[in-house]
């Protein structure tokens, strides 16, 4: 017990800091990226061939930004994006300058997990909805974003789990966080014990954010399950 | 009235066309109750969708009351679909909305919302007989009670014309019968006239006052139900009374097999 107690008065300060901005980074983030990844999404849905709006070019020439943004491993689109993020928020460091890549790496993944949901909308209550009236922005709205919203969630806590990770190789280049403090004195002054500390915060965060996610994507889904 | 006049519709081009409907004349009358049909694939949910465009005719033209509407986009194509109501074999209900907020969608499309929009709803619910499940979900009503939500949300405009994609297709014997009626009520008391796409030979005895019988795209035959079941002139229509034939001495024998 002196052993843990001793751990957390030396290092509790650090940990909360660490984990107040592991927090902050993956949740701005993930708000940013849903910002413009829904649409993109809705996009990618409406355009492509059998779509609301067929728009072949435009269509291809969003599939391939997805494609190419998804492409870039995460560290790497990190360094490579400072100037765009120095211009963004006036630093690379810190918590600020973390947002910034996550959110460009986070767009493109979150345009594809929310297209795959809209395009699990079965076909004939799109046609209900056209057959009653509707114009394409009310199908978007009213029928696809609606009918898919419990597999939106369940996609937006994968879409945190994925930026909690990415935060991690953030914190490498100096934005703070749990990664960086699991690869500063855990592995560059070798402290076992903050090495298996951050990582059983991980373990439990990740745990945390998964559970919101099953709860609010259970609340929000009005289908009985028939067992 | 509705009148079609030559429509044709082909899908894809060259060798590969697929000539959905071919040069379909017909006539439906308001108050009519009008059968449509056909096997699988001969072309009837293809007719039935081009009667609020959510197919376009390749040619032909589709009249209502002597307006042709083929040409129609924009305002005016919603403006037409919101005043013919649809519903359909698999229901197609939001299961993500109440009962009550189904009914209230084709009204909420058009800006009315609210205490008017959901009395509107209410009556209609009422008409069906769920008004007691209005704030259930889909998911735990019945087949033939989703279908009877589906037909109130398709009145909540009031339409003059509501078409019926195999709509008891997915209901047992009992339960078709009873969506049956209602649609007969429907149309006796509302005055709405109804486009019923059916396989189902008994389904267009049961309401149809006239029917058409279509193959391969074209119509074979068409006129009075009963002219047309009682005295078939095509070869298409004796084939399909010979199933059904058929196909009711299969369940007779079933019948027994589980008696006995």
Not at chain 1, 169 to 182: H, K, N, P, S, Y
């Given at each position: 017990?002196?052993?843990?107690?001793?751990?957390?008065?030396?290092?509790?300060?650090l940990?909360?800091?660490?984990?107040?901005d592991?927090?902050?980074?993956t949740?701005?983030?993930?708000?940013?990226?849903?910002?413009?990844g829904?649409?993109?999404?809705?996009?990618?849905?409406?355009?492509?061939?059998?779509?609301?709006?067929?728009?072949?070019?435009?269509?291809?020439?969003?599939?391939?930004?997805?494609?190419?943004?998804?492409?870039?491993?995460?560290?790497?689109?990190?360094?490579?994006?400072?100037?765009?993020?120095?211009?963004?928020?006036?630093?690379?460091?810190?918590?600020?300058?973390?947002?910034?890549?996550?959110?460009?790496?986070?767009?493109?993944?979150?345009?594809?997990?929310?297209?795959?949901?809209?395009?699990?909308?079965?076909?004939?209550?799109?046609?209900?909805?056209?057959?009653?009236?509707?114009?394409?922005?009310?199908?978007?709205?009213?029928?696809?974003?609606?009918?898919?919203?419990?597999?939106?969630?369940?996609?937006?806590?994968?879409?945190?789990?994925?930026?909690?990770?990415?935060?991690?190789?953030?914190?490498?280049?100096?934005?703070?966080?749990?990664?960086?403090?699991?690869?500063?004195?855990?592995?560059?002054?070798?402290?076992?014990?903050?090495?298996?500390?951050?990582?059983?915060?991980?373990?439990v965060?990740?745990?945390?954010?998964?559970?919101?996610?099953?709860?609010?994507?259970r609340?929000?889904?009005?289908?009985?399950?028939r067992? | 009235?509705?009148?079609?006049?030559?429509?044709?519709?082909?899908?894809?081009?060259?060798?590969?066309?697929h000539?959905?409907?071919?040069?379909?004349?017909?006539?439906?009358?308001?108050?009519?109750?009008?059968g449509?049909?056909?096997?699988?694939?001969?072309?009837?949910?293809?007719?039935?969708?081009?009667?609020?465009?959510?197919?376009?005719?390749?040619?032909?033209?589709?009249?209502?009351?002597?307006?042709?509407?083929?040409?129609?986009?924009?305002?005016?194509?919603?403006?037409?679909?919101?005043?013919?109501?649809?519903?359909?074999?698999?229901?197609?209900?939001?299961?993500?909305?109440?009962?009550?907020?189904?009914?209230?969608?084709?009204?909420?499309?058009?800006?009315?919302?609210?205490e008017?929009?959901?009395?509107?709803?209410?009556?209609?619910?009422?008409?069906?007989?769920?008004?007691?499940?209005?704030?259930?979900?889909?998911?735990?009503?019945?087949?033939?009670?989703?279908?009877?939500?589906?037909?109130?949300?398709?009145?909540?405009?009031?339409?003059?014309?509501?078409?019926?994609?195999?709509?008891?297709?997915?209901?047992?014997?009992?339960?078709?019968?009873?969506?049956?009626?209602?649609?007969?009520?429907?149309?006796?008391?509302?005055?709405?006239t109804?486009?019923?796409?059916?396989?189902?030979?008994?389904?267009?005895?049961?309401?149809?006052?006239?029917?058409?019988?279509?193959?391969?795209?074209?119509?074979?035959?068409e006129?009075?139900?009963?002219?047309?079941?009682?005295?078939?002139?095509?070869?298409?229509?004796?084939?399909?009374?010979?199933?059904?034939d058929?196909?009711?001495?299969?369940?007779?024998?079933?019948?027994?097999?589980?008696?006995?």
């Amino acid at each position: 017990m002196d052993y843990i107690s001793n751990f957390i008065s030396q290092y509790g300060a650090l940990f909360a800091q660490g984990t107040v901005d592991t927090l902050v980074m993956t949740l701005a983030s993930t708000l940013f990226a849903y910002l413009i990844g829904v649409p993109l999404g809705v996009l990618l849905v409406i355009t492509a061939k059998d779509g609301l709006k067929p728009q072949r070019a435009l269509n291809t020439v969003l599939g391939w930004i997805v494609n190419i943004g998804r492409s870039i491993p995460f560290i790497i689109l990190l360094v490579a994006i400072i100037p765009f993020t120095r211009l963004v928020v006036g630093t690379s460091l810190g918590v600020p300058g973390a947002i910034v890549p996550l959110t460009v790496a986070a767009i493109p993944f979150v345009g594809r997990m929310v297209e795959q949901s809209l395009a699990e909308v079965d076909g004939g209550l799109v046609e209900a909805a056209q057959s009653f009236g509707a114009n394409t922005w009310q199908i978007v709205c009213k029928v696809m974003l609606r009918e898919s919203l419990p597999s939106l969630v369940r996609g937006a806590s994968i879409t945190v789990i994925t930026l909690f990770g990415y935060t991690a190789m953030a914190g490498a280049v100096g934005a703070g966080g749990i990664g960086d403090i699991a690869i500063r004195y855990g592995y560059q002054r070798y402290l076992g014990d903050v090495m298996i500390a951050s990582i059983v915060l991980c373990i439990v965060l990740v745990q945390v954010f998964q559970s919101i996610g099953d709860l609010v994507a259970r609340l929000v889904d009005k289908r009985v399950r028939r067992s | 009235m509705i009148q079609l006049q030559h429509v044709c519709k082909t899908y894809g081009e060259g060798e590969n066309a697929h000539h959905a409907l071919r040069n379909v004349n017909l006539t439906i009358n308001d108050g009519d109750v009008f059968g449509i049909i056909g096997a699988s694939g001969a072309g009837k949910s293809t007719l039935v969708r081009c009667l609020n465009l959510l197919e376009r005719p390749t040619e032909g033209a589709i009249l209502y009351d002597g307006r042709d509407i083929t040409g129609l986009s924009g305002r005016a194509l919603l403006e037409l679909r919101s005043q013919v109501g649809m519903i359909f074999q698999n229901f197609s209900l939001f299961q993500q909305r109440t009962v009550l907020r189904n009914v209230t969608f084709p009204l909420e499309l058009r800006g009315e919302k609210g205490e008017a929009a959901r009395k509107r709803a209410m009556e209609l619910l009422e008409l069906v007989g769920l008004a007691d499940l209005a704030e259930r979900y889909p998911s735990q009503l019945s087949g033939g009670q989703q279908q009877r939500v589906a037909i109130a949300r398709a009145l909540a405009n009031n339409p003059k014309v509501m078409l019926c994609d195999e709509a008891t297709s997915a209901l047992d014997t009992r339960t078709t019968a009873s969506i049956l009626q209602l649609l007969q009520d429907i149309n006796r008391e509302l005055g709405v006239t109804l486009v019923v796409i059916t396989h189902s030979l008994p389904v267009a005895c049961k309401i149809c006052n006239r029917v058409a019988v279509i193959d391969h795209g074209r119509i074979v035959e068409e006129g009075a139900t009963a002219a047309v079941f009682g005295n078939p002139q095509s070869p298409v229509t004796r084939e399909l009374l010979a199933n059904d034939d058929m196909l009711a001495a299969i369940e007779r024998d079933a019948e027994k097999g589980q008696e006995g």
